[in-house]
């Protein structure tokens, strides 16, 4: 309160005895001594700011002098300036406005506090896309990828079980990829109308049933059916989490997120090799699809309630399905890219789905085990390309080396190791081996030059025109060489 007598005229105060403190002072007085005390702060923040300053009535209590009612408040706040007010005395019932709140106010809240929440909303806010929509995405792409190779672990069951031919098992096998790229268009646009997490998360069921029939069915005719529901089932799972990257994601980042999502969805062709050997042993290949069947159902679940809602993936309007088709196919660049990617992507698919394992048993002569640490070998490649190559586009693009040139690069790439099987050079046959599994990985520099050609509005049909050329590929590959087989020796190879 010294600032407050500071202000005061001497000449107010002479003559004047202040009355001791009386514990009890009426609340009228308290009352008077705080207008007074409001009135000289207002005179006060007048004469600093240079502003005119004139008499103001003081509006105090007539019996009590303005000296003695500063001098007593001071005094009956002095406790409380060292924190220590009684309960029983009348200030503390004092509500709020009251002098001391007055003349010593709250100092504003510190930066201390807000900087040491800043980094954990930051962190928060960092991790709420990876966690929320990166993860849920990831999980349903490591399923597709799961029941991509699968068949190629248990082709020896199927065969004998159900007295399948060479033919019988590329149909059976690449009608997955049938179904899957005959459902990338209207996808595409379910896609871009109602949003990755509904339409994703209908469809696993849809994967979930058909895992289920395949795991109960006797016939070929079932089991095609079967396979046919997974295909169609999985469908959405590398597009919608495209589409939501591209969604939720910044623009320049969208190649690195994509290979970290292929990267974690190609586990599941790494657990297609020796995991899945082991629950094999336990289960056999049945009861592997029952505990499929539950994993793809809980998926489809945990996507519907923890992955959000995009308002921008319904921004499609009615009835501009046709010409955003249209807009996507007529584009030259379309063209030039759709055809390296589905040779390069669908071939290395056809072959690490079905045919690698059996060209490693009759053309390299190897046994089952070798046979399964070849297959994991080209699983772990296929992970690791695809967290190469999302990191290798993002910091090559800073540099001006686009995902084009590095896509041509990749191809040729591939080319040479198919040769190198193809004339059994002398190399270890891991070699080529391991470049055809990486090479699956290739979507990941192809949706990233999407992503450049296209706006966020087209992303669902345009990754959906692509996948299309993809598994299409892929289909057409696996089901002719199947063919081939069959023509050539009747048996697999």
């Known amino acids: 309160m010294t600032t407050i007598k500071n202000v005061y005229d001497p000449a107010d105060a002479t003559g004047h005895k202040a009355e001791p403190a009386n514990p009890t002072m009426p609340a009228t007085k308290l009352t008077g001594a705080f207008r007074h005390l409001d009135q000289r702060m207002a005179s006060t923040r007048d004469l600093e700011v240079g502003a005119r300053h004139t008499p103001q009535s003081t509006d105090r209590e007539p019996d009590f002098p303005a000296m003695t009612l500063v001098d007593e408040a001071s005094e ?41 929440r800043r980094p954990r909303g930051y962190l928060t806010e960092k ?63 379910l896609l871009d109308r109602y949003g990755p997490r ?20 006797r016939g070929f005719v079932p089991l095609v059916l079967a396979r046919a529901l997974i295909g169609l089932g999985v469908a959405a799972a590398l597009t919608a989490g495209v589409k939501a990257i591209v969604l939720w994601f910044p623009k320049e980042r969208v190649a690195l997120v994509n290979g970290y999502l292929m990267m974690l969805g190609t586990l599941g062709a790494v657990t297609a090799t020796a995991p899945a050997e082991l629950l094999l042993a336990w289960t056999g290949w049945r009861g592997l699809f029952d505990l499929l069947a539950v994993a793809t ?32 196919y007529s584009d030259p660049r379309f063209w030039r890219l759709a055809p390296i990617s589905a040779t390069s992507a669908g071939t290395a698919w056809a072959l690490q789905g079905l045919w690698a394992a059996p060209w490693l048993t009759d053309v390299e002569g190897i046994d089952r085990a070798s046979v399964i640490r070849h297959l994991f070998i080209m699983a772990v490649a296929l992970t690791i390309g695809a967290l190469l190559l999302g990191t290798a586009a993002d910091r090559l693009s800073r540099r001006g080396i686009g995902p084009q040139t590095q896509l041509a690069v990749v191809t040729a790439v591939f080319i040479a190791a198919q040769l190198a099987l193809v004339l059994r050079l ?9 470049v055809v599994g990486a090479v699956g990985a290739v979507p990941v520099l192809s949706y990233a030059i999407l992503a450049e050609y296209f706006p966020k509005e087209l992303a669902g049909r345009a990754n959906g025109a692509l996948t299309l050329f993809h598994f299409g590929g892929a289909f057409v590959l696996q089901y002719a060489i199947g063919l081939v087989l069959r023509a050539r020796t009747g048996t697999i190879l």
């Open 76 to 116: 009956h706040f002095a406790p409380a300036r060292e924190g220590v007010i009684p309960l029983d005395s009348p200030v503390a019932h004092v509500g709020p406005g009251h002098a001391e709140g007055a003349a010593n106010p709250p100092p504003p809240r510190t930066t201390l506090r807000e900087q040491s």
């Open 297 to 328: 159902a809980a998926t489809a679940v945990m996507i519907y309630f923890v992955v959000p809602e995009a308002g921008s993936a319904t921004s499609a309007s009615n009835g501009s399905e046709p010409v955003s088709l249209k807009t996507v």
């Open 198 to 217: 509904r339409v994703e998360s209908a469809l696993l069921v849809v994967a979930a049933g058909g895992a289920a029939l395949f795991g109960a069915s």
């Open 426 to 434: 002398p190399f270890p046959s891991d070699l080529p081996w391991s």
């Open 127 to 189: 991790w709420r896309p990876i966690v929320r929509v990166l993860l849920p995405f990831a999980i349903g792409f490591y399923l597709t990828n799961l029941f991509r190779t699968i068949n190629a672990l248990i082709s020896d069951q199927l065969t004998s079980d159900l007295a399948l031919g060479a033919a019988d098992l590329g149909l059976l096998t690449s009608v997955y990829f049938l179904t899957f790229a005959a459902a990338q268009i209207p996808i595409g646009i």
